[in-house]
Every structure is written in structure tokens, then in C-alpha cells.
T-cell receptor, first 115, second 113 residues
Framework: NAGVTQTPKFRVLKTGQSMTLLCAQD?????MYWYRQDPGMGLRLIHY???????AKGEVPDGYNVSRLKKQNFLLGLESAAPSQTSVYFC??????????????FGPGTRLLVL | GENVEQHPSTLSVQEGDSAVIKCTYS??????FPWYKQELGKRPQLIID?????GEKKDQRIAVTLNKTAKHFSLHITETQPEDSAVYFC????????????FGSGTRLQVQP
């Protein structure tokens, strides 16, 4: 049981390049989330998904797109990377039971540097 | 949407002392309040959580208190140890709307041996 995994662990991009971050979970969770973490700003929600085939915007969605074609995978795309997108990206997943959120588990993170 | 404020941003204590971190939230509908610990270079990991139907929860040296009227909740760590040194995040969510955690900005706790 691997939990939540992320690929890649680290990436360097040039301004204007594109890339996709992959998140996978093996806990059969309905909800999946993408956060970015910047120094002194906590974790900010980029996009999230409440189930296969659904996506929704979070607090800071501009410059990112997401897809959830399979329940276990949640992809985060950067179409044209900018230096402001230099950050650590965390994926997370959880389930809700009878209207209560259960534990939200995080992946190990992807460190992205945009030059 | 929800807004979570966390204080202090840094906290230094002597080993064996207690540490308290406080958070306030804005959405009165929030009903789930977890605390995460993040060690350097690692992922956030849940250490304790509390739901709105209880006022306090304890797990060994860690406790969380919730005041729904004042919309604030706190993390208490007793008998601190050097391995408690990390960044701690509070968060809040409700079962309506977005159903996603809103995080505080974090507290860097340093336990001096």
C-alpha cells in the first residue's frame, strides 16, 4: 500500500516550457487535491476533484490545469511555466464519510524550479 | 471562503517546556480541524484532529482545544522534545462548499536541548 505518490520528485523548467505532474493514490479515495507550498504562506489549494471526471478551482488556479480521467490519478499541468510557479507542489487525497472528512494524506511533493 | 490565521509564526522553547500554537477561522460552518506536522523536506503528516462536536482531544503529549463560539482552536504540546522541532500547520474545512482544507501559514517550532 503505497498511499499517495508523485512524479517527478524534482524538475527544472525554462520560462514558457510545459510539464505535467502526476499524482497517484491506491486508497480508493474520491477526493484529490493539488496544493502549492511557498515559504511563509502555508499550503494553498490550486485545484481539486471530488471524483473521477470532475475538477474544480481552488484558491490559486491561474496558470494551471488539471484532469482526473481515472479515480486513482490526478494530473496537474503547467502550459507555459513562469518563475512565479517555482514552488513545492503537494498532492493529497481523502474520503468523506457521512458528511465528515477522514484523514487527508499527502504525497511526498514535487520541487519545481522555473528559470 | 474560509480564512485561517495562525500564530505565532515561530516559537522557540526549551526541552521539557510546553508549546502552544493558536489558530482562528472565519467560516462558522467549519466542523473539522486537523493539525499537521511537517519536518524539513518531508510531506505534511496528520498528528491530531478535532471535530466540532467536542471541545478537547488528547493523544499522549499532544492536545487540541476548540472554542466554536470564538472560532479558534489551539495545539498544545507538553514535555517538548528535540524531535518535536518542525513546522506545524492548522487547517479547517466544512462538509459544505468546497470540502477542501484551508491551511494556516504555519508555525516553526524549535525545541532547544
Amino acid at each position: 500500500n503505497a498511499g499517495v505518490t508523485q512524479t517527478p520528485k524534482f524538475r527544472v523548467l525554462k520560462t514558457g516550457q510545459s510539464m505535467t505532474l502526476l499524482c497517484a493514490q491506491d486508497m480508493n479515495h474520491e477526493y484529490m487535491y493539488w496544493y502549492r507550498q511557498d515559504p511563509g504562506m502555508g499550503l494553498r489549494l490550486i485545484h481539486y476533484s471530488v471524483g473521477e471526471g470532475t475538477t474544480a478551482k481552488g484558491e490559486v488556479p491561474d496558470g494551471y490545469n488539471v484532469s482526473r480521467l481515472k479515480k486513482q490519478n490526478f494530473l496537474l499541468g503547467l502550459e507555459s511555466a513562469a518563475p512565479s510557479q517555482t514552488s513545492v507542489y503537494f498532492c493529497a487525497s481523502s474520503t468523506w464519510t457521512s458528511g465528515n472528512q477522514e484523514t487527508q494524506y499527502f504525497g511526498p511533493g514535487t520541487r519545481l524550479l522555473v528559470l | 471562503g474560509e480564512n485561517v490565521e495562525q500564530h505565532p509564526s515561530t516559537l522557540s522553547v526549551q526541552e521539557g517546556d510546553s508549546a502552544v500554537i493558536k489558530c482562528t477561522y472565519s467560516d462558522s460552518a467549519s466542523n473539522y480541524f486537523p493539525w499537521y506536522k511537517q519536518e524539513l523536506g518531508k510531506r505534511p503528516q496528520l498528528i491530531i484532529d478535532i471535530r466540532s462536536n467536542v471541545g478537547e482531544k488528547k493523544d499522549q503529549r499532544i492536545a487540541v482545544t476548540l472554542n466554536k463560539t470564538a472560532k479558534h482552536f489551539s495545539l498544545h504540546i507538553t514535555e517538548t522534545q528535540p524531535e518535536d522541532s518542525a513546522v506545524y500547520f492548522c487547517a479547517a474545512t466544512s462538509d459544505t462548499g468546497r470540502r477542501a482544507l484551508t491551511f494556516g501559514s504555519g508555525t516553526r517550532l524549535q525545541v532547544q536541548p
